[in-house]
């Protein structure tokens, strides 16, 4: 049998002109969040009767609303609502995700069975259907929209923590490891958990980018935010009746959701190279 | 032997996203006949038939085994904000979702083969700006997505017909609005499997044989990308569906997903009850289909069995 | 001898394959040279990288994604293949040239019926109208020695043994009638007896006309059936002629430093790397006492389809402080499952195993998390026996840190193993992914050798290893035996690598051993059948020569 050869010394890869646009981003999106008036002093409620719809220049960058609200601002203002949906939600489900994960892992025939069963119930009901439930029961508004996301996320979480438990229980490494003389719990402090944790921040990662998206989308069926808050989905979905008349309006929130989905799926990508590349061998 | 396990597998699906419905129904804030008329306004002796008719004066237990039994017999209930069954009004909006999902799908699927036959091992720049072009379809928001489409192609352009149309010519946007984010997501599946496929020794050992690329694609490496694909069925089950909602919104047309919408903005929980179902169903269905067509793709699975 | 013909079927000069362009063109053939004719064998001889695939691959135009071919001469039957067009080439591959790679099981198709990947090759050709390929694909099976081919050609490769697969795959290389036959490595990866019968049908296809160009990283198997052998490092051949001269009276030092490495070739305690240090004298410890008892092992397991399979059935032996117990059987033999009962991992269905005369199963949890620290194991593929986020020095940390000795001592320890295992102790710092393969085994050794080891358990080590790296660390072993009076149980399928490590052997067939004893008892007057039948399979290097076509033992 011929071994692979190896080449000595790290690969080093170029400097990614996409991840990095990707990562100063992020950081921008990190600003609006935290601080937005660092980026905009114009208060994003405040409508001016006399400024509807005014096309983007010197006073409004990206032009102004229906209402005479500053598009610019209200995007600034909408990055909050939007990123801690994401950022919530996929807490929440990869913490249910993670115990559901061990258990159909760990717990035996039956606790494997239930789980894959419970599983398999959540993903029979299509996620924005599901959403939508979990609306139609708690009303409408941020905190139903973060649990119906949360529950439509589990699964995911579920199935890979369970794949990952599983594929490092097997692993030669972990078996080399009780060997050593560790016990049963140093050895999943030290290796289990630890090396399941790539992929996991991976899901994660990707998991906050389509939760955006998807509370969204939530905001444009009207069953997520409400007027007169701003969120990004919720601005597409009144300023579309104005398209003919304002592009600004239904265009630059769409775009914001957009390059902000698609940093965290840059971003993302490049950490499941990373992690893929130090398992292979 | 294992047909048998997969269907009592899947009505075991089906049963328990039936007793979710059923529990939403019971952990709504309110009392259950509003639940269940929602926002329609009823006289007194329909609020009395309707306690009747569910047994709401009955313990839980006994409520929702007639609600069972009533499911087994077919009977998904009254929509009081559609005035009609519940079977009656999923019936009549099936048929074009189904066609605007199958449209969608025949798109989205024929899109992810070319593209990822076209790109796969090919130039850096070429396959590059084919995957860049994938992960900004995945980003884009499907509902803005199709308001832009019919922007340009329908208001300015004129090349289409504007929301709300049935003719054949209305379907082409909305099922592109509806493929383009899964016909990316599956068209990056595929060239990786193909791309890993193409590296494979048997496909050294085929072209040593004389055949050339394209015999190599068709005969050998679109059966090993199409396997991934398979698994994927059921999360694009759940893609179409979802994105049937946005995308009937979008372009005011007849279907499944306004139909669900409506039942959600009306909290007519019979309909949303009776679309959960559907779903599930749709689920399972597919479920069962995939398994087989695995076997038919993968003869090592069969053996195993 | 071999039959000359005016026109070699393959007459190669100065063949250069570049792969990339510009300035990161990297040249991996360095001008290659010879000629192939009918009936004839040739075959180059290498370890990895030494550019023997791509030379291969280059005669079907097949040399790999961004490969460039340059060469002085590069004729195929008589043509200039220089100038081939891909279509040209097309007809080349499986029409002229056959190409049969290793690994049956990943070179036909999976999801593909024996008969659909010989078609592809009928149908390509053009040999045989469509109707008679059905028929085509019964005789070809049958000409390759595949018994029931009408049922085996509607299977697929999974349903097959190894052996037939094999076979399979050169059926669908010779499909088409080539006169040449490139096989690359077609052996490896098989058991030894079926190795010998691949090795059989090769030789009966030469002797039948065909020319064939061998590619290997195995002298013996080489030596078997070529007529001519061409030595490859490095991208160049450094040593070509007649096989006889080549591998009876090596020129080039790298070739004799190749042969030297061969390990059946050597008795027990010679060195096997030519440019190593001469070995430290064993003490001789022939009484020395028994650290592990075996005693009638049996374990049994249950197959998905409701049955049992016996994996290890009956099985005693002893380790004694100090010496070598080698285990040797083909696959499925059940010698690793019986190296981990020994080790104290997993619980035998039947019999003990006793640590100093007493029962694993008798120990309490902690008292086996400390015994079994002396018990380490060395696993053929290292790699992944490390925490794939560990460095090479927290990799041979860990035991250490297991018993609790303190960190700067710990680096201390760490610097010392690795230098005992002839690591340069800066690569602490590297993770183990940045080294080669010989490297990290002996990171693995290095790992094991942490806690005063009195027993190792070597699962195949150097499987996956080249042969003169697999040298340097069946050296390393014996030295460390010798300084440290290690004892050593070592499993590996390589029959010449038992004997030359081994006091003691086991030879094991379906779970069961056939044959146990001294090593050279068992080697020079095997008794049982089966162990007759693994010896005459090895190819070995000190075997005359092919002189007379060999008569065909399978078919």
Redesign the interface.
């Known amino acids: 049998m011929t071994a692979p050869t190896v080449p000595v010394g790290a690969p080093r890869r170029p400097v990614r002109p996409a991840l990095l646009t990707g990562v100063a981003f992020l950081v921008l999106l990190a600003v609006a969040v935290i601080a937005p008036r660092a980026l905009t002093s114009i208060d994003p409620t405040a409508a001016d009767p006399l400024q509807i719809l005014q096309p983007p220049g010197a006073g409004h960058w990206l032009g102004t609303d229906q209402n005479g609200r500053d598009v610019f601002a209200r995007i600034v203002a909408g990055a909050r609502p939007s990123v801690l949906i994401g950022i919530f939600s996929s807490a929440l489900a990869l913490l249910a995700g993670t115990v559901l994960g061990v258990l159909g892992a760990k717990g035996g025939r039956v606790g494997s069975a239930i789980v894959t069963r419970l599983l398999d119930i959540v993903l029979a009901v299509p996620g924005l259907l599901l959403v939508l439930l979990a609306v139609a029961v708690l009303g409408s508004g941020t905190g139903p929209a973060v649990a119906g996301l949360a529950l439509v996320t589990t699964p995911g979480y579920a199935r890979l923590v369970r794949g990952e438990v599983i594929r490092l229980r097997d692993a030669e490494f972990v078996r080399a490891a009780h060997g050593l003389g560790w016990t049963r719990t140093q050895v999943v402090l030290r290796h289990v958990v630890p090396n399941a944790m790539g992929p996991v921040t991976v899901l994660a990662t990707l998991g906050i980018g389509s939760t955006i998206a998807a509370a969204a989308s939530l905001s444009y069926l009207g069953l997520g935010a409400q007027e007169p808050a701003a969120e990004w989905g919720l601005m597409l979905s009144v300023s579309t009746a104005y398209f003919s008349r304002a592009w600004w309006s239904a265009v630059f929130p769409g775009i914001a959701i957009t390059a902000t989905v698609l940093a965290i799926t840059v971003v993302g990508h490049h950490l499941q190279l990373r992690f893929d590349g130090r398992r292979a061998s | 032997m294992t047909a048998v396990r997969r269907l009592l ?1 899947g009505l ?3 049963w ?2 039936v007793t ?2 059923f529990l ?1 129904l019971h ?3 309110g009392s259950t006949v509003d639940a269940i008329v929602g926002q329609s306004v009823v006289t007194p002796e329909v609020r009395a038939q309707i306690v009747a008719e569910y047994g709401l004066d009955q313990p839980l237990w006994i409520q929702y085994l007639s609600y069972l039994g009533r499911l087994v017999r077919g009977d998904l209930g009254h929509s009081y904000g559609q005035g009609t069954q519940v079977a009656e009004a999923i019936g009549e909006q099936f048929g074009s979702t189904l066609l605007l999902v199958a449209v969608g799908l025949g798109l989205a699927f024929g899109g992810a083969v070319l593209v990822a036959a076209a790109t796969a ?1 090919r130039s850096r720049w070429w396959r590059g700006s084919a995957v ?1 072009a994938e ?2 379809s ?7 997505l199709g ?2 489409l019919l ?1 340009a192609f329908s ?1 300015s352009l004129r090349w289409f017909p504007a929301i709300g149309s049935d003719s054949p010519r209305g379907l082409v946007l909305p099922a592109v609005a509806l493929a383009v984010a899964p016909a990316a997501m599956l068209s990056q599946v595929m060239r990786h499997a193909l791309e890993k496929t193409l590296e ?3 496909v ?9 690329r394209t ?1 190599v694609l068709a ?2 490496a679109v ?2 990308a199409l396997l991934p694909v398979v698994t994927l069925a ?1 999360w694009l ?3 179409f ?2 994105g049937a ?2 995308t009937e ?1 979008v372009f005011a047309r007849q279907g499944l997903g306004r139909l ?2 409506t039942a ?2 009306g ?1 007519d ?1 019979p309909l ?1 009850s009776g ?2 179902l559907v ?2 169903v749709a ?2 269905v597919v479920g069962i289909g995939v398994d087989a067509l695995y076997g038919v ?4 699975l069969r ?2 069995t | 001898m071999t039959p000359v013909l005016e026109v070699p079927l393959l007459d190669v000069t100065d063949l250069r394959v570049t792969f990339g362009h510009g300035r990161a063109a990297r040249e991996v053939v360095h001008g290659v040279s010879f000629t192939l004719a009918a009936s004839e064998c040739v075959a180059i001889v290498g370890e990895s990288g030494s550019g023997k695939s791509v030379t291969a691959r280059s005669l079907l135009g097949l040399a790999g994604i961004g490969g460039t071919v340059h060469a002085g001469r590069l004729d195929i039957a008589g043509e200039d293949a220089r100038a081939f067009t891909e279509r040209r080439w097309r007809q080349v591959r499986g029409g002229q040239v056959g190409l049969v790679l290793q690994d049956a099981l990943g070179s036909l198709d999976p999801v593909r019926k024996v008969a659909a990947e010989i078609t592809d090759a009928l149908r390509t050709h053009r040999t045989v109208t469509p109707a008679q390929r059905p028929q085509r694909v019964h005789e070809l099976l049958a000409a390759v020695g595949v018994p029931d081919p009408e049922i085996r050609a509607q299977q697929y490769p999974h349903q097959l043994s190894g052996g037939l697969r094999q076979r399979a795959l050169i059926a669908t290389a010779i499909a088409a009638d080539p006169a040449v036959l490139v096989a690359d490595e077609p052996t490896t990866a098989l058991d030894v007896t079926v190795q010998a019968q691949v090795l059989d049908l090769l030789a009966a296809r030469k002797d039948a006309g065909m020319a064939l160009l061998l590619i290997s990283h195995d002298l013996a198997v080489v030596s078997r059936i070529a007529d001519r052998v061409l030595v490859m490092k490095d991208g160049e051949v450094v040593e070509s002629g007649p096989g006889r001269e080549v591998l009876g009276d090596p020129r080039h030092a790298y070739t004799r430093r190749l042969i030297a490495a061969v390990p059946s070739a050597h008795p027990r305690g010679s060195r096997l790397s030519l440019d190593a240090a001469p070995a430290p004298t064993r003490p001789v410890l022939s009484g020395g006492e028994v650290v592990l008892e075996a005693h009638d092992l049996r374990k049994v397991y249950a197959t998905p389809d409701g049955g049992s399979l016996t994996a290890v059935d009956g099985v005693s032996l002893a380790v004694r402080a100090g010496r070598t117990v080698g285990v040797v059987g083909e696959s499925g033999s059940g010698k690793t499952t019986t190296g981990h009962l020994l080790f104290g991992y997993g619980r035998p269905d039947g019999g003990t195993v006793s640590v100093d005369g007493r029962a694993w199963a008798d120990h309490s949890p902690a008292e086996l998390r400390r015994l079994h620290q002396r018990f380490p194991v060395v696993h053929q593929d290292p790699a992944a026996s490390f925490d794939p986020r560990y460095t090479v020095g927290r990799t041979v940390a860990e035991p250490l840190q297991v018993a609790g000795v303190p960190r700067p001592e710990r680096r201390r320890r760490v610097a010392e193993l690795l230098g005992r295992v002839g690591l340069d102790p800066a690569l602490a710092e590297r993770h183990p992914r940045q080294l080669s393969g010989g490297q990290r085994q002996r990171v693995a050794i290095a790992r094991a050798l942490a806690l005063e080891p009195r027993v190792v358990l070597c699962d195949e080590p150097v499987s996956a290893l080249d042969v003169s790296v697999q040298a340097q660390i069946l050296d390393l072993l014996a030295d460390l035996q010798a300084t440290l009076g290690i004892a050593y149980v070592f499993i590996s399928h390589d029959l010449g690598v038992v004997r030359h490590v081994s006091d003691e052997v086991l030879v094991m067939q379906h779970g069961r051993v056939v044959e146990q004893g001294d090593v050279e008892d068992v080697f020079e007057r095997p008794q049982h059948p089966y162990t007759k039948s693994l010896l005459d399979a090895v190819p070995t290097l000190d075997a005359p020569l092919r002189a007379a076509p060999h008569p065909s033992r399978s078919a």
């Not at chain 2, 995945?138 to 803005?144: K, L, S, Y």
């Not at chain 2, 793709?297 to 090592?300: H, S």
Request: charged share 15%; net charge positive.
């Open positions: 597998g075991a699906v089906v328990g996203a979710l419905t939403a952990l709504t804030p091992h860049g992960r900004v995945v980003a884009v928001p499907p509902f803005w308001i832009l922007v208001f494979e020794p048997f050294t050992s085929a072209r040593a044989r004389g055949l050339t015999a005969r050998h059966r090993h059921g089950v759940a893609a569906i979802g909602i946005v919104t669900t919408v959600i903005e909290k929980f949303v679309l959960v779903s599930a689920y399972v793709l993968d003869p090592r053996a195993s």
